[in-house]
């Protein structure tokens, strides 16, 4: 039979809600603690799942606890770093909400305590598991597009009062950039579907002059690729746009725009062919595939595997959103080695 593994939950926000569904509803996983520093809020997201399990206020408490295998990190990505360093020293599986971190020092603080503390992770650039990405994917695996020598990716998506988390996203401190608070998952993309990033070259700009953001909410990099070929990302996050994660991919052999599709594998093809799927069309996280992650997760356990996103492939995506950032910063390109 096989074994539960017990979690335990690092934060009591919205994406936090998200795990503990997904994690409830697995026969092979248990939600075991949730952590955080209030105690009434984090009961009250117990009860709204109906879900039976302890109330912790120290997270060295949990982390330490025998009785936890895995922890999930929806922390504030500023405490994350130091988090995920301490579960993996406790040998504990991790699950890291994006941004992994704010500064490139966390990277490494985490990368040190994961290579030397071998232990299952996955980041969430939750997209990967999205239906259209990997119908895109699958198709770029079969070579229906060859090389992907442009690919082309936006995030746009007004995130203003109405989130909760925009009384802090909106600060220097912990929203960092358009890129790191929310633009990374394009960044992400991008390598997902063309490979690495060897180049950044990138500006950022303000939307309204009365804007609350500490920092320019709003960003286009311009990448080249370890393939040869070019990348871009924009990123707004104070726009007047519906949300949109636009995908469009040039390859020698075929195109993807979203979720239609134009190869040589289809010879008698005159025009785009759309494949019928979910679309990253929405900003709100119960649209996105939890479950889906947690399925590749818990897999990666059973199994003795990788995630789709392990750490260091998560890690990858966040050294050239910190490339983007410290191009914006300074007006220079940013070579990544």
């Known amino acids: 039979m096989m074994a539960t593994t017990k979690f335990a939950i690092v934060g009591s926000g919205w994406v936090a809600g998200e795990y503990l569904k997904a994690i409830h509803a697995r026969k092979d996983a ?3 603690s949730i952590v955080s520093p209030n105690a009434e809020r984090a009961q009250q997201r117990l009860n709204d799942y109906g879900i039976e399990a302890r109330v912790v206020t120290s997270y060295e408490q949990a982390v330490s606890d025998p009785n936890v295998d895995a922890v999930v990190l929806c922390s504030t990505p500023d405490i994350r770093a130091e988090q995920a360093a301490l579960a993996a020293k406790n040998g504990k599986h991790i699950v890291i909400e994006k941004p992994m971190t704010m500064e490139r020092q966390g990277l490494e603080i985490m990368a040190d305590a994961i290579s030397k503390n071998p232990v299952k992770t996955v980041v969430s650039f ?47 401190e912990l929203g960092g950039s358009s890129i790191l608070s929310a633009g990374c998952h394009a960044v992400d993309a991008v390598r997902h579907f063309a490979g690495d990033v060897t180049e950044v070259m990138a500006y950022s700009c303000r939307t309204w002059a009365d804007s609350d953001y500490e920092f320019d909410p709003n960003s286009i990099a311009i990448f080249k690729m370890k393939n040869g070929g070019l990348g871009k990302v924009s990123a707004s996050i104070e726009c007047k746009t519906p949300y949109r994660f636009n995908v469009h991919l040039l390859g020698e052999k075929g195109t993807i725009m979203d979720n239609k599709v134009y190869t040589h594998k289809l010879p008698g093809q005159s025009d785009f062919a759309t494949v019928p799927t979910i679309l990253p069309d929405s900003g709100d996280v119960s649209h996105h595939p939890f479950a889906m992650e947690m399925a590749d997760f818990m897999n990666a356990i059973h199994t003795n595997t990788t995630t789709r996103c392990d750490f260091f492939e ?24």
């Open 30 to 32: 248990e939600v075991y």
């Open 126 to 172: 939750v997209l990967r598991w999205n239906p259209m990405f990997e119908s895109t994917k699958a198709l770029i695996d079969d070579d229906a597009l060859g090389r992907v020598y442009m690919a082309q990716i936006d995030y746009w998506h007004h995130i203003g009062p109405k989130y909760v988390q925009y009384s802090w996203s909106k600060t220097k």
């Open 314 to 337: 998560g890690y990858k995506s966040m050294q050239v959103s910190f490339a983007i950032d410290e191009s914006c910063r300074t007006g220079q390109k940013v070579v990544i080695l």
